[in-house]
């Protein structure tokens, strides 16, 4: 495999794409330079990523930073919690039993039927503004210690924000806890009956069956596909910037309204949304190899 | 039989089954006694599989009754569960679980259903896998074991759950020939040690040496069933005639 790939022959297909491409970035440059007239400027940019503090007098993040890490608390938190959904959903899936089934079902067909921005705003409006509340939230600064607090700060963000950040988990668990459900019970599927029925014909419980046979073997298999949904996920926390969650995606937006450095800060965020989904792609294909590797 | 042959341990009285419309057991009766071991033949399709699978609920039967070693196979899961515990199944694909080693392939039985700790589930495992002649190989995974090997460890993980009754389906069938031999060995010994057997196989050599009751099914009914001196020598049936002609003649 390495050897094939490795040696690439050239031929004029790839004369004709790397032309291709240099015409095409060309384009786009001639215009943005003598059309557009556009003036770069990146002098701006460090001082939205940190800003010096008289008061503490230290560096403190500011709005893009700020927004990042809200991006990586975000992202988190609703892998852990779209991972917990999905795979109990992903089970009932292939449950014997009619409501289990027909209820993850109905929220897979559901989520994956409505477009996700719509998605959004019904989540909030009718969800989240209802269960957010119930929480206390908004009073856990008050009840917290200042170690509580601080603990609470580096898991969640500002607590002021709590509530914010809160909704914005839910719905992006919710949203992407749908694909993965499907994921899942592919994956519960795969492993053959045979399994299934030696585990039983050695007395498991189903619940057994489930736990100590199909599992591990499902969840071997659906890393692949779980990996790619992460960084799916990743990529659509932006959509949460809509409901004004404090991300990368929504302070970015107020950025380029202050400083009307539109095009600066923007390719700016791309590069970081590549950074950051690039490293995860590959933090799971080295736990894939890993795992590969472990079981001969 | 070595106990009171009033008392079948296996006891299989006008059981049916169907596959939607299609009928695989016709009115089957079959009564297997503690210590008996029962080889079953017939062509494919016949219902063998079946058969057996009913024994311990892989399969439902929809009408009579089976009665397993006291227990009544009905809708009760406890009643099914338990009637697992006690009947040991061999598979043709072996079915051995691939992301547990072997020792683990073992132990996982003894440990969840049975209750035994980790070290006294091991002893076991390592007695039983000495048993099957494998032992050098319980820190292994079942992928990188031959097929004789991954049939021998299947047995010892029945074996493990200190069945009363061990049900075989076809268990040499997938192997290469020069493997059979050594699984047929293991079960060999088995039936000295006086374990209640049932096996679905075509080993006809095998059969001869260990079988006390040879049964012969066709289209879903058991047509004969007779000592194998008996049934190999001067079978009743023409249907069993021609289906030991074809398969002894190669
Ligand atoms: N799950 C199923 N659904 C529908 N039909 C089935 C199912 N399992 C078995 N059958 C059918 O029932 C009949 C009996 O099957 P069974 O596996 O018991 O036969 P067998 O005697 O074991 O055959 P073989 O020697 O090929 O293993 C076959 O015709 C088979 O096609
Ligand atoms: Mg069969």
């Given at each position: 495999?390495?050897?094939?790939?490795?040696r690439?022959?050239?031929s004029?297909?790839?004369?004709?794409?790397?032309?291709?491409?240099?015409?095409?970035f060309?384009?786009?440059?001639?215009?943005?330079?003598?059309?557009?007239?556009?003036?770069?400027?990146?002098?701006?940019?460090?001082?939205?990523?940190?800003?010096w503090?008289?008061?503490?007098?230290?560096?403190?993040?500011?709005?893009?930073?700020?927004?990042?890490l809200?991006?990586?608390?975000?992202?988190?938190?609703?892998?852990?919690?779209?991972?917990?959904?999905?795979?109990?959903t992903?089970?009932?899936?292939?449950?014997?039993?009619?409501?289990?089934?027909?209820?993850?079902?109905?929220?897979?067909?559901?989520?994956?039927?409505?477009?996700?921005i719509?998605?959004?705003?019904?989540?909030?409006?009718f969800?989240?503004s209802?269960?957010?509340?119930?929480?206390?939230?908004?009073?856990?600064?008050?009840?917290?210690?200042?170690?509580?607090?601080s603990?609470?700060?580096?898991?969640?963000?500002?607590?002021?924000l709590?509530?914010?950040?809160?909704?914005?988990?839910?719905?992006?668990?919710?949203?992407?806890?749908?694909?993965?459900?499907?994921?899942?019970?592919?994956?519960?599927?795969?492993?053959?009956?045979?399994?299934?029925?030696?585990?039983?014909?050695?007395?498991?419980?189903?619940?057994?069956?489930?736990?100590y046979?199909?599992?591990?073997?499902?969840?071997?298999?659906?890393?692949?596909?779980?990996?790619?949904?992460?960084i799916?996920?990743?990529?659509?926390?932006?959509?949460?910037?809509?409901?004004?969650?404090?991300?990368?995606?929504?302070?970015?937006?107020?950025?380029?309204?202050?400083?009307?450095?539109?095009?600066?800060?923007?390719?700016?965020?791309?590069?970081?949304?590549?950074?950051?989904?690039?490293s995860c792609?590959?933090?799971?294909?080295?736990?894939e190899?890993?795992?590969d590797?472990?079981r001969? | 039989?070595?106990?009171?042959?009033?008392?079948?341990?296996?006891e299989?009285?006008?059981?049916s089954?169907?596959?939607?419309?299609?009928?695989?057991?016709?009115?089957v009766?079959?009564?297997?006694?503690?210590?008996?071991?029962?080889?079953?033949?017939?062509?494919?399709?016949?219902?063998?599989?079946?058969?057996?699978?009913?024994?311990?609920?892989?399969?439902?039967?929809?009408?009579?009754?089976?009665?397993?070693?006291?227990?009544?196979?009905?809708q009760?899961?406890?009643?099914i569960?338990?009637?697992?515990?006690?009947?040991?199944?061999v598979?043709?694909?072996?079915n051995?679980?691939?992301?547990?080693?072997?020792?683990?392939?073992?132990?996982?039985?003894?440990m969840?259903?049975?209750?035994?700790?980790?070290?006294?589930?091991?002893?076991?495992?390592?007695?039983?896998?000495?048993?099957?002649?494998?032992?050098?190989?319980?820190?292994?995974y079942?992928?990188?074991?031959?097929?004789?090997?991954?049939?021998?460890?299947?047995?010892?993980?029945?074996?493990?759950?200190?069945?009363r009754?061990?049900?075989?389906?076809?268990?040499?069938?997938?192997l290469?020939?020069?493997?059979i031999?050594?699984?047929?060995?293991?079960?060999?010994?088995?039936?000295?040690?006086?374990?209640?057997?049932i096996?679905?196989?075509?080993?006809?050599g095998?059969?001869?040496?260990?079988?006390h009751q040879?049964?012969?099914?066709?289209?879903?009914?058991?047509?004969?069933?007779?000592?194998?001196?008996?049934?190999?020598?001067e079978?009743?049936?023409?249907?069993?005639?021609l289906?030991?002609?074809?398969?002894?003649?190669?």
């Amino acid at each position: 495999m390495s050897r094939s790939t490795s040696r690439y022959r050239w031929s004029w297909v790839d004369s004709v794409v790397l032309l291709g491409i240099i015409g095409f970035f060309g384009f786009i440059g001639y215009r943005v330079n003598t059309v557009l007239v556009y003036q770069w400027d990146w002098g701006f940019l460090p001082g939205y990523l940190f800003r010096w503090d008289e008061e503490t007098q230290s560096l403190l993040p500011n709005l893009l930073v700020k927004g990042l890490l809200t991006t990586l608390r975000l992202a988190f938190w609703s892998i852990i919690l779209a991972t917990l959904i999905g795979f109990v959903t992903g089970m009932m899936r292939t449950s014997r039993r009619l409501f289990p089934q027909a209820f993850s079902r109905l929220y897979v067909e559901l989520i994956r039927n409505v477009p996700p921005i719509v998605f959004i705003f019904v989540f909030y409006f009718f969800i989240s503004s209802q269960i957010i509340p119930l929480l206390g939230l908004d009073t856990l600064d008050q009840r917290l210690g200042p170690t509580g607090q601080s603990v609470v700060e580096f898991l969640f963000g500002p607590v002021s924000l709590l509530s914010n950040t809160f909704s914005g988990i839910f719905c992006l668990a919710l949203f992407e806890a749908a694909y993965i459900t499907e994921i899942v019970r592919s994956g519960i599927q795969s492993v053959s009956v045979g399994q299934r029925e030696a585990a039983m014909s050695i007395g498991l419980s189903r619940w057994q069956q489930m736990r100590y046979v199909v599992l591990p073997q499902a969840v071997q298999r659906v890393i692949p596909p779980l990996a790619g949904q992460f960084i799916i996920l990743i990529k659509d926390s932006s959509i949460v910037s809509l409901i004004s969650i404090q991300e990368l995606t929504f302070l970015t937006l107020e950025v380029a309204n202050s400083t009307q450095r539109v095009f600066e800060v923007w390719v700016f965020v791309a590069g970081v949304y590549f950074v950051l989904c690039y490293s995860c792609a590959l933090i799971f294909r080295r736990l894939e190899m890993r795992l590969d590797s472990s079981r001969i | 039989m070595n106990e009171n042959t009033s008392n079948p341990i296996i006891e299989m009285s006008g059981v049916s089954k169907w596959f939607g419309d299609f009928q695989v057991l016709k009115d089957v009766s079959l009564q297997v006694f503690s210590g008996e071991r029962v080889v079953v033949c017939g062509p494919s399709g016949s219902g063998k599989s079946t058969l057996i699978r009913c024994i311990n609920r892989l399969e439902e039967h929809q009408e009579g009754r089976i009665v397993v070693d006291g227990i009544e196979l009905d809708q009760d899961t406890q009643h099914i569960n338990k009637v697992r515990s006690e009947v040991g199944m061999v598979f043709q694909q072996f079915n051995l679980f691939p992301h547990l080693t072997v020792l683990e392939n073992c132990t996982l039985g003894p440990m969840k259903v049975r209750g035994l700790s980790k070290k006294e589930a091991e002893a076991l495992a390592m007695e039983y896998l000495q048993r099957v002649r494998i032992p050098e190989q319980a820190a292994k995974y079942p992928g990188s074991l031959s097929g004789g090997q991954q049939q021998r460890v299947a047995i010892a993980r029945s074996l493990c759950m200190q069945p009363r009754i061990m049900l075989f389906d076809e268990p040499t069938s997938a192997l290469d020939p020069e493997m059979i031999k050594e699984v047929l060995d293991v079960m060999i010994d088995l039936a000295e040690s006086g374990m209640t057997m049932i096996c679905v196989t075509h080993e006809m050599g095998f059969a001869r040496t260990v079988a006390h009751q040879m049964v012969f099914m066709d289209e879903g009914r058991i047509i004969e069933r007779s000592p194998p001196a008996q049934f190999f020598s001067e079978p009743e049936h023409e249907r069993t005639k021609l289906f030991l002609s074809q398969i002894l003649s190669h």
